[in-house]
């Protein structure tokens, strides 16, 4: 080689055609290595998205937890920035955090753990307290703040808190912490930003039930102790606190380089410590703590701690008397083009189905909704409108990545109407066997836009993510029919609609997938 | 990579560990942008379909037959995605997205870079933009493409011709 490179030179040196040819070349290697390395910042980029809807952290950035906001208030304050499809929101206490700790599935539950989720769902009171660090992608420096949270589950009131990430005008990824009063009818969301702004929203009974109901499936979730996470999770010790002999419950997700461990008392169940720990860097093998907190079931709030005063200096958007409506129910908003697809909500069943209501409207064409629900039968295809949730789809990141197999097929349930706008319920039958014994679980939908037929498999977006909390066996009526009423001018869920209804209609989707059966 | 650590890789990825697929990916990411900016051109709905090709590629490791071949592999699952997209002739999803913010303000020379880079023939802009994405030799990407070696270099020769004439031109690329 050395002497081609040699001969090759000496040509070069005598030839000026093939000079002048080598130098074109050299500045077009100039011109599109240029080109190309303005291109990395993309491609790092990709591979952190990748990375992050696969592992819930970024390869190159420090871990942080990329989750869809908490279901609290509707339209926050602060307009989150995006990075590209994946939004980054941490959770103070009781929301947040879910992807970054997506557990590995493994072969079974824990013993032990498992009695967790329902203590704390049946307790009247839960108080959170301690702290988390939070850092943002590619910052300096990292930020601690206090959690001290509340839920009251017997008032149905809860103080929480939350954390945004953004950005600020140079770029820069800020923390903005926020929290959220709820007293049973107001939610006051309290920013502490640079600007530090209160707003009240005001909430109907039903979406009052939902929202604490959300609020306390999100703390499940988010802490890796609801029903769906607690494969993984083995003894590792024994502590007393507070006069309560405690097992120490830990889960390591080694690929993520995360650990989460629960104090639980062993006589009851109830969970007293939660901490969750990380990898200081990936080269350092040594743990460190990101967050931990004491859990309190059954205590008494402290005065005041569900006030609806803002403190002072903080700048009022509006009143208590003045609160905004918090409208319907809205989940997720989708957008094909001029076509709009928007959930208002979902529930997860214990088969494993789901039942979700959703709506969609197109710019500039006529409403077609209207001759589309007409004599609909429930068990019949989901209706036309412009954009149609035809199915769901196992979430990339989500814990049931290996379960890719699985997908849901949406049949027309019911309709509903409020002021006018059609409300689809769709129920969608698991492909195979998969029954939800409690515990969030997160789709992507499979829209599909018309009449065109094109549809969107968006498998990896966490800001399309759908979450969906599982109804105990009692609750089919609050939430279901709750909601249908909710959505519907006359305050009431179509008659038919009952739970051995769906039971029957999902067995009747289940055996119409059977060769030669028919259609329900 | 060498073929051994790719290997090693691949069967951890089957075995369920997420975070090899990112050594993975950091290796392979860059052919699959450049085939994905090579047949759409244009680098957002490169970047779309790129990150759709990364991640279907994890989610069907388990059915890569030759665990040499990973390259290849996404590639071509890359570049699937990619006619698909022509195919639909349908725009991507619209989704609010910050990410022109944190990019460097284009100058009018790269801007006309650009453009003609989009101008260019896919057959021309892939085997181009492999080639200095990836550092890789005519002969390398002659077989990632399913050519020969003596095409991608005619290839790689009229490509250059090409922008340099609409490079040479004044103003907008013609």
Sequence with gaps: MDEQHTRARLHLDTCPACRAYFASLEADDRMLGAYVDRMYPTITRLQNEVMVAITGRSTVESPWLFLPRAMLPTKPIVKTARIAAVVAFVGIGLVGLAFLLRPLLGPSPACGMDRVPYQLRRADTIHVQGWLIVRAPGGARDHKFAINDWIDLKTQRFRTGQVHMTRNQAGEFIPVPSEFVFDGRHTMEMVHGDVRQVQFEVSTPFQAKLALRQTLEHLLDWAQIGEQKLTGYTRTGHERIGGDDCDIWTNEYSALGHKTMCWVASGSGNIKRWQWWAKADETVPSWRLMS????????????????????????????QAGARERLGLEHRRFTLEDVEVQVATLFTLTDGSVIMAWRSSAQGREDPAASLFENLPAGAEVPKLPGRIVGLKVLVG???????????????????????TPYEWSLYVPTRDFPCPGGTR??????????????????????????????????????VLGAMAELN????????????????????????????SPQP | ??????????????????????????????????ICLGILGNRHDAEDVAQQALLKGFMEIRSLRDPDRFGRWIAQIARNLCLDVVRRRKPPLVMPSVADNVEQVDTDEYRRLEAALAKLDSDYRVPLLLFYFEGRSTKSIGEALGTTQGTIQTRLSRARKQLRQWLATEGDVP
């Design chain 1, 292 to 319: 931990t907190f004491d859990v309190e079931t059954n205590g008494t709030p402290p005065a005041g701690v569900f006030d609806m005063n803002p403190p002072e200096g903080m700048r009022l958007l509006n009143s």
């Design chain 1, 398 to 420: 989500s814990d049931f990545l290996d379960e890719a197999d699985v997908s849901w097929t949406g049949r027309h349930l019911a309709v509903t109407r409020q002021a006018g």
């Design chain 2, 1 to 34: 990579m060498d073929v051994d650590a790719e290997e090693k890789l691949i069967a951890a990825c089957r075995d369920g560990d997420r975070s090899a697929y990112g050594d993975l990916i950091r290796a392979h990411s860059g052919r699959v942008f450049a």
């Design chain 1, 442 to 479: 997160s789709y992507a939908p499979l829209v599909e836009r018309y009449p065109d037929g094109w549809q969107s498999e968006d498998t990896r977006r966490s800001d399309w993510l759908l979450n969906s909390f599982t109804l105990g066996a009692d609750e089919f009526e609050a939430f």
């Design chain 1, 489 to 516: 001018d006359g305050q009431a869920a179509p008659g038919y609609v009952t739970g051995a209804f769906v039971r029957q209609l999902v067995d009747q989707i289940r055996a119409s997938r059977k060769p030669g």
